[in-house]
């Protein structure tokens, strides 16, 4: 099944094109990878997909639907967009920031019905958060407030994730922790995720497949194992890369 599909399009700022004439097939039912260097496009194309922007050209639809026939309700219990930099959270506990998820479904002003309150709590047991739930969002570990943020989007019940870079600002070990954290949700509960992510090893260790840009145009899609050649690294990133296995797993290492 296909979840996105992006025909001719582009994007334009004032004196500058940040994707041209993209065409291209995201797969549903996976964890894919954004990958690409600094300013190849790939934070422009979330938000295309996601609705936040709209294409100066083209089209796209979102599994067989064209994004921009949603009404916004509509896109929002449909995908879930999480920003690089997500929005402050001062003053708030994690549960209440958990059941912002639900605004898509009951309004500003709407009241919580049980199944919101079910929706939250099976989110927050979902992502380990729930002993937290009384805890200010400001005083959670990076970590913590990641799988939070997590957590609301999945409030959200939407079943396409869109988040960006959600691992720039973590620790290794946290890394790791989110990053296994949504490819498990994505291989056991049939969600679709799209990640950007600048470290390569980590998208080859957690993602199922990969789109790769350069100065907003398609360089590569397809299974991550695509990626991981001495080739096509060094056709994405512009520098020699010796690829090795552990475990099963392949890792990329400049020369």
């Known amino acids: 099944m296909t979840l996105f599909f992006l025909q001719n399009v582009a994007f334009d700022v004032p004196g500058r094109r940040l994707i041209d004439g993209l065409s291209l097939t995201i797969a549903a039912g996976a964890v ?7 300013g190849s496009g790939k934070s422009t194309l979330l938000k295309l997909i996601a609705g936040q922007t709209r294409p100066s050209a083209g089209r796209i639809c979102h599994l067989g639907r064209d994004l921009a026939d949603y009404p916004a309700r509509d896109r929002a219990r449909q995908i879930a967009y999480l920003p690089q930099v997500p929005p402050p959270a001062e003053g708030m506990k994690l549960a ?10 009951r309004g500003a002003l709407g009241r919580f019905r049980p199944e919101d309150h079910d929706a939250v709590a099976r989110a927050m047991a979902r992502c380990g958060v729930e002993a937290m739930a009384d805890r200010l969002v400001d005083s959670l570990s990076g970590g913590e407030r990641q799988r939070g943020w ?9 079943a ?4 960006d870079e959600p ?4 620790d290794v070990a946290h890394q790791v922790e989110v990053l296994a954290l949504l490819r498990q ?3 056991e509960t049939g969600l679709s995720a799209v990640i950007v992510l600048h470290d390569v090893n980590m998208a080859a260790r957690f993602c ?15 299974p991550m194992t695509e990626l991981m050649t001495p080739g096509a690294l060094s056709r994405v990133y512009g520098l020699p890369m010796h690829v090795a296995g552990r475990g099963g797993h392949a890792y990329a290492l400049p020369e």
């Open 96 to 105: 209440e920031l958990v059941a912002l998820g639900r605004y898509p479904w």
């Open 185 to 187: 949700m994505c291989h």
């Open 32 to 38: 894919t990878a954004l990958v690409g260097r600094n």
């Open 208 to 222: 199922d497949r990969v789109v790769a840009l350069e100065g907003g145009r398609l360089l590569l899609e397809g």
């Open 167 to 170: 691992t720039s600002a973590l």
């Open 160 to 163: 396409t994730l869109l988040l």
């Open 150 to 158: 997590i957590a609301m989007m999945l409030a959200q019940g939407a």
